[in-house]
């Protein structure tokens, strides 16, 4: 089958059958509480560079993936007339020639088209060496947060925010992020002079920071890991140690949920976490609902799977 042909009806496809359905439903809430406002939250993590769908050759992800369709959904969900917000967890880069070619222009300018509001950094965005990074951003419409990694020094020093606030509608959105230990998992020439701080610290101070700042919902964009079975911190551990966070977005351990993860915070409140994989075969989705008068989102969430098998 011709692979543009192939591409072209596999997003019209899936875009008609997730717009129509997601739609729908974002529709029927809207007019069952019309005192509330809706915020839609798209996230992805560890896309790697995959730009074209998984190739056509029998494996389990064949025709998955892929920016042309990527967009088209995002386009689709926008459509729906919520205001949206679109996330990413790190490791944009590495994984396929595109890269070996580019070093990262590409995906840059990609995620810069899909119209992306703010990214993280993820271990795999240093192995063309943080210059190479830094140089990249000049195609980046969006910020790259992170808190606590300090790149004074570095090529990094001007290119990064430890924080963004978004307005979105009527919410005021916190966005922070969070790096993994760089040290034994990437070479030093390759992260110079960036110095790694305690990412728990560094999360409850920015959390802090926003939510003197009045924002009505705080996401830490994390590439710390969702968990591990020794003593490391992860996206758990962050969890159950945070403050004034309400929803982490993870990557790192290519780990595809269902659901978000439902922990309990230092201050005894409810705080979610979510991680959608690798390569871009799934968008995370989730809708919140804001109360007009209280202006404090409700616990309920859930994920929408954007990239799904076909036939499944």
């Given amino acids: 089958m011709n692979r543009r042909y192939f591409i072209k009806q596999t997003t019209l496809a899936s875009s008609a059958v997730m717009a129509s359905s997601l739609a729908g439903t974002s529709l029927l809430n809207a007019q069952a509480i019309p005192e509330q406002s809706l915020l839609t939250i798209l996230h992805t993590n560890d896309v790697h560079s995959r730009l074209d769908p998984f190739p056509m050759d029998g494996s389990r992800n064949q025709g998955l993936g892929g920016v042309a369709a990527r967009a088209s959904l995002i386009q689709a969900i926008r459509e729906e007339n919520n205001p949206t917000l679109l996330l990413d967890a790190g490791d944009i880069f590495q994984g396929t020639p595109y890269f070996n070619l580019y070093k990262g222009e590409p995906e840059i300018k990609a995620m810069s088209k899909m119209g992306y509001d703010a990214v993280t950094m993820g271990n795999h965005d240093f192995d063309a060496g943080i210059e190479n990074f830094a140089n990249q951003l000049q195609h980046a419409r969006f910020p790259v947060v992170i808190s606590n990694y300090d790149f004074t020094g570095t090529p990094m ?156």
């Fill in 157 to 312: 020093e001007y290119n990064y925010k430890p924080y963004t606030i978004i307005q979105k509608g009527k919410q005021r959105i916190g966005i922070l992020g969070l790096g993994i230990e760089l040290e034994g998992l990437v070479p030093k020439n390759l992260y110079g002079n960036t110095v790694y701080k305690d990412p728990i610290v560094a999360a409850n101070e920015t959390a802090q920071i926003l939510r003197q700042k009045k924002c009505d919902l705080i996401i830490c964009l994390s590439h710390l890991g969702d968990k591990y079975s020794e003593n490391k911190v992860s996206d758990e551990i962050l969890a159950k140690e945070s403050r004034n966070i309400d929803l982490i977005i993870g990557g790192h351990t290519h780990r595809f949920f269902d659901q978000p993860r439902k922990y309990t915070n230092k201050d005894g409140g409810d705080i979610l976490v979510n991680q959608m994989g690798w390569g871009g075969i799934q968008m995370g989705r989730l809708d919140y609902n804001f109360s007009a008068s209280k202006r404090k989102n409700s616990p309920k969430a859930h994920t929408v799977v954007i990239m799904r098998k076909p036939n499944e």
